[in-house]
């Protein structure tokens, strides 16, 4: 039984007086009048607890502003648009002139069943993040799916959509449909972007086989976009295998690309038609939609153009590679991108020399190098070994270990 109700069975059953009750139950004799005043104006509900809520409560929102909230959240759903509350927020402030925090809006979002909380999410705050300083130093890459629809409204043709984005600014450099995505048309598309926003520092892909070879056991020499890119002298880093947080930027770009596809009202039919709404897609995304990972709310294209570009090369960006010319990612290493040693691309780390004493030493050749003649009569003659370094490649950086296509090792002696 609730204190309540104990009072007021000792007021009007009992007949005690409030003085009483209140030295009786110790409560304060004011709230024994008030209960009895409650009492004889409802009767029973007095029992019920009431609201705690303040009649007026000035600092709410008005009730206009809290409409507009909900109809933008409606209206930018229903266009297959971010409509979180950050994008609220900016919307508010940049097309009505009204300036509401971001928790607020949320809140009336919640409240409005808008939005389903879900505490157990992990928070953002918890990633580890990284990005390029500046635009053209990283190139995320990644390919999805998306089915055509047939004329009967039922599901279709099964295609893929290639994408390059900038890592700095998020800018969509490149974005096309196809049947299947192959080496080719990775490098066709590759160098499509290219002619238009030059070359990049390096570019950062995950270990399909149309990116890299790097797993397929040294059998598979390399794609053609790790000779364009070795030839260009761009550095090329590959996430760790089951890490796709690592290329989250590309990854949730496509996210938010298949949204906004599902939401149009006429569905594609054939390449050309998906093609298409990728152009009105990234035409709306680069130009005209703020991204809330940039400063100030910006556009990609914004950002993307306002910022000096970063160049290949070992001198040129620091912020993309540590110097070494090699492209392709055979070592393992912490990704230079990373705010943290924990970051999961692995790119190249410089080449360790081999170690040399005097009691063994080797010595690389290739196909098309021999011994000197010196080397070779003094063999039999020889009493201490000397080691002969290999001659710098021509034409660009050394090939790797593991891709190589032949190698020996050979002990050369001095000359006697």
Not at 95 to 115: D, E, M, P, Q
Not at 315 to 327: E, N, W
Request: hydrophobic letters at 30%; a positive charge.
């Amino acid at each position: 039984m609730s204190k309540a109700r104990l009072v007021l069975t000792a007021l009007f059953v009992d007949h005690q007086t409030p003085t009483e009750v209140a030295a009786r139950y110790g409560v304060h004799r004011a709230w024994v009048y008030k209960l009895k005043a409650r009492y004889e104006a409802d009767g029973e509900a007095a029992f019920e607890p009431r609201s705690r809520r303040p009649k007026t409560s000035p600092t709410a929102l008005p009730q206009d502003t809290v409409d507009l909230i909900v109809e933008l959240r409606e209206k930018l759903s229903t266009a297959g648009l971010d409509a979180g509350p950050d994008t609220i927020a900016w919307h508010l402030a940049q097309h009505h002139a009204t300036t509401v925090s971001v928790a607020t809006i949320s809140r009336y979002l919640t409240r409005a069943g808008l939005v389903t909380p879900q505490p157990k999410k992990r928070p953002k705050s918890s990633y580890i993040r990284f990005q390029a300083t500046m635009p053209n130093g990283t190139w995320q890459s990644d390919f999805t799916h998306y089915r055509l629809t047939d004329r009967d409204g039922q599901p279709g043709t099964d295609t893929e959509i290639l994408t390059w984005l900038d890592d700095c600014s998020r800018y969509a450099l490149h974005v096309s449909a196809h049947r299947r995505v192959t080496g080719p048309s990775v490098l066709a598309t590759f160098r499509t972007a290219l002619t238009t926003h030059g070359i990049p520092a390096s570019t950062l892909t995950d270990n399909g086989m149309v990116y890299t070879t790097r797993f397929a056991g040294g059998r598979g020499g390399r794609t053609s976009l790790e000779h364009e890119l070795r030839r260009l002298h761009v550095v090329q880093k590959n996430s760790r295998p089951n890490h796709p947080t690592t290329c989250g930027k590309v990854e949730r770009f496509q996210q938010t690309m298949k949204k906004w596809l599902r939401a149009q009202p006429t569905q594609p039919r054939t390449i050309a038609e998906l093609q298409t709404l990728l152009d009105t897609f990234v035409e709306e995304y680069n130009h005209r939609r703020p991204h809330r990972s940039l400063p100030h709310r910006a556009t990609p294209a914004t950002v993307y153009r306002s910022l000096p570009k970063a160049l290949p090369g070992p001198s040129r960006d620091a912020d993309t590679h540590d110097g070494s010319d090699t492209t392709a990612s055979t070592n393992p290493a912490a990704s230079p991108c990373a705010s943290t040693a924990r970051c999961t691309t692995s790119a190249l780390a410089a080449p360790k020399p081999e170690p040399t004493s005097s009691c063994s030493s080797r010595t690389f050749t290739s196909e098309s190098s021999t011994p000197s003649p010196e080397s070779s009569s003094a063999n039999s003659s020889s009493t201490r070994p000397r080691t002969i370094r290999p001659p710098e490649h021509p034409k660009g950086p050394p090939e790797n270990d593991e891709t190589r296509p032949h190698q020996s090792w050979v002990r050369v002696s001095p000359m006697s």
